[in-house]
């Protein structure tokens, strides 16, 4: 498996920008598909963004599409969750995952195995 770390959450104002990174170790990062996911409080964790290994399928949750896009270094093993427009229902624990191949239902996040610990991000209205 590969391992995640998540970092770049924090407090914004609604309207603003973050930018979450997701390191990798321990496996090739360039053969995997990654994704992003997202928990508020007493709601269940819900897809937000991913693509395939080399990038060339990317996929969107509509309650963020237009306003972030997920992209990925390989060279650095780094993914990233550019996240702009910010609003107060962004508020959520962030997290990024891992597959070997993107999964065909790959908005449901018991297809993906491997987490990272998750990095929250808080927008106030």
């Known amino acids: 498996q590969v391992q995640l770390v998540e970092s770049g959450g924090g407090l914004v104002q609604a309207g603003g920008s973050l930018r979450l990174s997701c390191a990798a170790s321990g496996r090739t990062f360039s053969w995997y598909a990654m994704g992003w996911f997202r928990q508020a409080p007493g709601k269940e964790r819900e897809f937000v963004a991913a693509?395939?290994?080399?990038?060339?399928?990317?996929y969107y949750a509509d309650s963020v599409k237009g306003r972030f896009t997920i992209s990925r270094d390989n060279a650095r093993n780094t993914m990233y969750l550019q996240m702009n427009s910010l609003k107060p229902e962004d508020t959520a624990v962030y997290y990024c995952a891992a597959e070997r191949y993107i999964p065909d239902l790959y908005y449901s996040s018991s297809k993906w195995h491997s987490w990272g610990q998750g990095t929250p991000v808080t927008v106030s209205s």
């Open positions: 693509f395939n290994w080399s990038g060339g399928s990317t």
